[in-house]
T-cell receptor, first 115, second 112 residues
Framework: NAGVMQNPRHLVRRRGQEARLRCSPM?????VYWYRQLPEEGLKFMVY????????ESGMPKERFSAEFPKEGPSILRIQQVVRGDSAAYFC?????????????FGPGTRLLVL | GESVGLHLPTLSVQEGDNSIINCAYS??????FIWYKQESGKGPQFIID?????DKRQGQRVTVLLNKTVKHLSLQIAATQPGDSAVYFC???????????FGKGTSLLVTP
């Protein structure tokens, strides 16, 4: 009964480097969501994906950020040329894709620190 | 848009007492609400949800109340235990969409 898996749990990058965050949804789930959480804040929606499709990326910054959910393998959130303001906890959630609305189940998060 | 906020940033209760955490939302079209619990260093954990066609829903030791008239929901925790200490978030799903809008959270501290 594995839940949503995320790795790495902690990631340190220097300014200008790339960060890749991975998310494996709960077994049987085909929908993935990415959220960002700043310290002392609630989670902010970034992007919603189904296999090989980006459904809603309205919360994603227009530059440097991209997400994918390939047919095989985990979903990837990619941040290019990271800046200090990208330091945050990034959470992935998954749902079964059986209807709207759906309960989203969250992973443990990746804590990104940009030096 | 949707604005979701909790009424109190921190709440301290004694072990065994009942806890009530409140949340207000702004979008009357919101039709699905979820309460999550987040412990330090962990991801949000689903507690209970409620759809807008309901006023009340009960789980194990938890009850969620929804008042659509004043756009308010609350989470009640019965017989609060030290393991309940965490940050609690309400989230709203507007127009049966995909994105959840989260409030800032209420930190619940249970004292012995």
């Amino acid at each position: 009964n594995a839940g949503v898996m995320q790795n790495p749990r902690h990631l340190v990058r220097r300014r200008g480097q790339e960060a890749r965050l991975r998310c494996s949804p709960m077994k049987g789930h085909s929908h993935v969501y990415w959220y960002r959480q700043l310290p002392e804040e609630g989670l902010k929606f970034m992007v919603y994906l189904q296999k090989e499709n980006i459904i809603d990326e309205s919360g994603m910054p227009k530059e440097r950020f991209s997400a994918e959910f390939p047919k095989e393998g985990p979903s990837i959130l990619r941040i290019q040329q990271v800046v200090r303001g990208d330091s945050a906890a990034y959470f992935c959630a998954s749902s079964a894709g059986t209807g709207v609305p759906e309960t989203q189940y969250f992973g443990p998060g990746t804590r990104l620190l940009v030096l | 848009g949707e604005s979701v906020g909790l009424h109190l940033p921190t709440l301290s209760v004694q072990e065994g007492d009942n806890s009530i955490i409140n949340c207000a939302y702004s979008n009357s079209a919101s039709d699905y609400f979820i309460w999550y619990k987040q412990e330090s260093g962990k991801g949000p954990q689903f507690i209970i949800d409620i759809r807008s066609n309901m006023d009340k829903r009960q789980g194990q030791r938890v009850t969620v109340l929804l008042n659509k008239t004043v756009k308010h929901l609350s989470l009640q925790i019965a017989a609060t235990q030290p393991g309940d200490s965490a940050v609690y978030f309400c989230a709203a799903n507007p127009n049966s969409g995909y994105a959840l809008n989260f409030g800032k959270g209420t930190s619940l501290l249970v004292t012995p």
